[in-house]
RNA sequence: GGUGGCGUAGCCAAGUGGUAAGGCACGAGUCUGCAAAACUCCUAUUCGUCGGUUCGAUUCCGACCGCCACCUCCA
């Protein structure tokens, strides 16, 4: 309840009600598949994401609907200078998408529509807009009418003045209008084609999206999701080309992610100032590109750094720590209720003061992803949490370990909302298991030369172990050992 | 030219008509044989500039300066 989703439509912050009580539909326009996608792209892929698993949080069941565009321009001039066809290679590239978006963290949309199987529903679309007099035909190309859609330019806020007067738009002499937009491609020599009844051909951009949405979600879905370059005219022709058909509101809520920014400019793959994500993915882990890639809001840009990064890496250190610390207390908890019925009762007042803590952390968490999703406040209430909860491990004051034990059950299930804490691990688990018996060995013969304040042996080990990006760590409960990079 | 947005400490970044979340870095401590790691504490009388409205503005209005984006394929 009180969920808040500023929507592009009206360009407000509405309250959130879905069609359907307990349903969400929601649609976010996926990548044109002719190369790896870039950290800009992932932006949006992971808002989607994590609004998609915050939905889920607040008890919502969610259909999410994410297109791959396997065919285009780009993708037949791509295939043709690497020599390769089409399908080919927009088949390698949408599987290199689902790896990428994985590594990530990012879970799979319910349904991944590819626009190459869905021509037949695209073409009856299109028919359906002639029948109704909204689009024309020219020399095999079919071509949307805009003037017969007076809504038009209800998203990008544009008037037709406003669209013709920069006009640095080539001007196609076959158009009724400047404004038309191409929902079928007539296809010229050599190029990939599916027939229709109005020649051999291809869909246009626009017409993808329409169909497919509306083919897995209904004529009218809830959210609909992309980046903010979509707005116009992407967006703006889907609603013309959806709404002309059916009559009906095609999408409720309209939510545009601003671009992440590379030195102060858009990263785009025209700009060729772009990273791709699995270059990114190899140097950094996925929690840290995620924890950066959400640390402002999503209607904010964001600027690409190294350093950046490094200021993730650290601030997700230290909720790790945080969490590792904590998760000690689950695991043993279980035990201690066993036997004995001591640390059952009595709740000391450091023990109400933490969980009230806690109970505040999730009432502002809530509070901050209701108002639009704002992960970055989100995470501040969660590190807030974090000092909260260091300083009551680190006081000893009579704080029941079930009390920690709740601390780790929410702090994790907070952090799984936003996908900053669950992966990994598992990588290094299996070495680690055969290492251990041999950290072990040599942690004992270290410790035996500490004791008899044998420095340099002690030293040595510590040294080397390190070159190894092994690192020995000394504490009061003796010493331990974890992998750096 | 049209449209939209942004400007908060060294850096990143929330936020509100009533006196600035959080993170990183820095500094000071705790711990340690030393170290590392970890933890604690400290860090903006001030929110681009100048005006206006108000008892009161960083938050509302206006002007200006600077930056970004869309209007063309791009998440």
Redesign the pocket.
């Known amino acids: 309840m009180g969920l808040k989703i500023y929507n592009s439509l009206s360009?407000q912050l509405e309250e959130f009600s879905p069609l359907t009580e307990g349903h969400v539909s929601m649609y976010s326009?996926?990548?044109?598949v002719y190369d790896y996608?870039?950290?800009?792209?992932?932006?949006?892929?992971l808002v989607t994401d994590i609004i998609r698993r915050y939905l889920t949080y607040k008890g919502y069941t969610v259909k999410l609907v994410q297109n791959l565009?396997d065919i285009?321009?780009?993708i037949i001039a791509r295939a043709q200078t690497l020599g390769t066809s089409s399908s080919q290679l927009a088949h390698t590239n949408g599987e290199a998408y689902f790896e990428d978006t994985q590594r990530l963290g990012i879970q799979l949309a319910d349904v991944h529509p590819k626009a190459t199987e869905h021509i037949p529903e695209m073409i009856d679309l299109i028919q359906t807009l002639i029948d109704k007099g909204a689009a024309y035909v020219v020399d095999g190309s079919v071509y949307y009418r805009v003037n017969s859609f007076n809504e038009y330019g209800k998203l990008?806020?544009?008037?037709p003045?406003?669209?013709l007067?920069?006009?640095?738009?080539?001007v196609d002499e076959r158009k009724e209008d400047?404004?038309d937009?191409d929902m079928w491609k007539a296809a010229k020599p050599g190029e990939p084609y599916w027939d229709s009844p109005w020649g051999p051909g291809r869909p246009g951009?626009h017409i993808e999206c329409s169909s497919m949405a509306m083919k897995h979600l209904g004529e009218t879905i809830d959210i609909h999701a992309?980046?903010?370059?979509?707005?116009?005219?992407?967006h703006e022709n889907e609603i013309a080309q959806s709404e002309l058909a059916t009559g009906k509101p095609f999408a409720r809520y309209w939510v545009?992610?601003?671009?992440?920014?590379i030195d102060?400019?858009?990263?785009?793959?025209?700009?060729q100032n772009?990273i791709f994500l699995r270059d990114a993915l190899d140097k950094y882990p996925a929690e840290v590109i995620r924890h950066?890639l959400i640390?402002?809001?999503y209607?904010?840009?964001?600027?690409y750094?190294l350093?950046?990064l490094?200021?993730?890496e650290?601030?997700?250190?230290?909720l790790k720590?945080?969490l590792e610390?904590l998760k000690k207390y689950e695991e043993e908890t279980p035990e201690v209720t066993d036997g004995n019925s001591s640390t059952l009762r009595d709740v000391s007042d450091a023990d109400t003061t933490l969980l009230s803590a806690i109970e505040t952390m999730q009432s502002q968490f809530t509070a901050?992803m209701d108002?639009?999703f704002?992960t970055?406040?989100g995470?501040?209430?969660?590190?807030?949490l974090?000092?909260?909860?260091?300083?009551a491990?680190?006081s000893s004051n009579g704080i029941s370990d079930q009390t920690f034990a709740h601390a780790y059950k929410v702090l994790s299930e907070t952090c799984q909302v936003l996908g900053i804490y669950t992966m990994d691990e598992q990588d290094t688990a299996g070495t680690a298991e055969f290492l251990n018996p041999l950290l072990e060995l040599l942690l004992e013969i270290?410790q035996d030369a500490?004791s008899q304040?044998d420095?340099?042996t002690?030293?040595k080990i510590?040294d080397r172990l390190k070159q190894l990006n092994i690192?020995?760590?000394?504490?009061?409960e003796g010493?331990t050992w974890k992998f750096v990079s």
């Open positions: 360009r326009c996926g990548p044109t996608i870039h950290i800009g792209n992932a932006r949006t892929a565009t285009d321009d780009k990008s806020r544009r008037k003045e406003d669209l007067a920069g006009a640095r738009v080539e400047p404004r937009f951009w992309g980046g903010e370059d979509l707005l116009f005219p992407h545009h992610v601003a671009f992440l920014k102060g400019t858009r990263m785009g793959k025209s700009e772009f950066f640390s402002a809001h209607r904010h840009p964001l600027d750094s350093e950046s490094q200021k993730s650290s601030a997700l250190r230290r720590n945080c610390t901050a108002n639009d704002n970055a406040q995470m501040g209430t969660i590190f807030t974090v000092s909260q909860i260091n300083r491990l680190g270290r500490r304040k420095w340099d002690s030293d510590r690192e020995i760590q000394d504490t009061h010493s």
